[in-house]
Nanobody, 125 residues
Framework: QVVESGGGLVQAGGSLRLACVAS????????MGWFRQAPGKEYEFVAA????????YYEDSVRGRFTLSRDEAKRTLYLQMNSLKVDDTAVYYC????????????????????WGRGTQVTVSS
């Protein structure tokens, strides 16, 4: 199970921190990532972390503003979002992949087997 939290309403230029907890019989995730979907738009990759290789990936529009971190004991992935823009408004979804046997890459939805229900992030001007 994957559960997100931390969304909310913030003014442009502000910050939010999202959290994603992986629960259940999970020894250690392989990949955990964040995607977002704005109204009327397609899902968009935001950021991902390969827990085995300790590597993080970011979509170009968020690089330098968003930062991933993790708490291994809590199996939690955090997304610190700074300098938020109105264009960052979306429902943010956390995704989890347990092993490297995947059909897609870290930036593709097909690269993940488990998804959360999403948390709304609204940035006002």
């Amino acid at each position: 199970q994957v559960v997100e939290s931390g969304g909310g309403l913030v003014q442009a230029g502000g910050s939010l921190r999202l959290a994603c907890v992986a629960s259940g019989r999970i020894f250690r995730p392989y990949l955990m990532g964040w995607f977002r979907q704005a109204p009327g738009k397609e899902y968009e990759f935001v950021a991902a972390m390969n827990w085995r290789e300790d590597r993080s990936y970011y979509e170009d529009s968020v690089r330098g503003r968003f930062t991933l971190s993790r708490d291994e004991a809590k199996r939690t992935l955090y997304l610190q979002m700074n300098s938020l823009k109105v264009d960052d408004t979306a429902v943010y979804y956390c995704a989890l992949q347990l092993n490297s046997d995947i059909d897609g890459s870290y930036y593709q939805r097909s690269g993940y087997g488990f998804w959360g229900r999403g948390t709304q992030v609204t940035v006002s001007s």
